[in-house]
Nanobody, 116 residues
Framework: QVQLVESGGGLVQAGGSLRLSCAAS????????MGWYRQAPGKQRELVAT???????NYADSVKGRFTISRDNAKNTVFLQINSLKPEDTAVYYC??????????WGQGTQVTVSS
C-alpha cells in the first residue's frame, strides 16, 4: 500500500514557474519508479516525466527543456519544477508510483492553471 499526496499547483501567468511536490508514504520500499502525468479537459492523461529508483529520467517532448523531475529520497518526495509555463500546460497534474510488482498508485491530482 502506497499513498501519494500532491501539492504546489495554482494559477500562474504564462512564463511563470511552479514546483509541484509528491510525498509518498506506506510501503516505500516497494516503489520502483515515480512520475508525473497530466490531464487537460477533453484529453487523455499523458506522461509528463518519470524517474526510476536508479535516478534515470524521461520527459515528454512537449515539456523537455522546461520541466525537471527530481527527488529527495530522505523525504520520499518527488518534485516537478515547471518553468516557462504556457497556457497549454493547464491541466490536472497527477503523481504516480509504480511498485516492484508493477502495480500503479495515483495521487489525487493538483490543478495547474496558466493564464495568458
Amino acid at each position: 500500500q502506497v499513498q501519494l499526496v500532491e501539492s504546489g499547483g495554482g494559477l500562474v501567468q504564462a512564463g511563470g514557474s511552479l514546483r509541484l511536490s509528491c510525498a509518498a508514504s506506506g510501503s516505500i520500499f516497494s516503489i520502483n519508479a515515480m512520475g508525473w502525468y497530466r490531464q487537460a479537459p477533453g484529453k487523455q492523461r499523458e506522461l509528463v516525466a518519470t524517474i526510476t529508483r536508479g535516478g534515470s529520467t524521461n520527459y515528454a517532448d512537449s515539456v523537455k527543456g522546461r520541466f525537471t523531475i527530481s527527488r529527495d529520497n530522505a523525504k520520499n518526495t518527488v518534485f516537478l519544477q515547471i518553468n516557462s509555463l504556457k497556457p497549454e500546460d493547464t491541466a490536472v497534474y497527477y503523481c504516480n508510483a509504480m511498485s516492484i510488482t508493477l502495480h500503479d498508485y495515483w495521487g489525487q491530482g493538483t490543478q495547474v492553471t496558466v493564464s495568458s
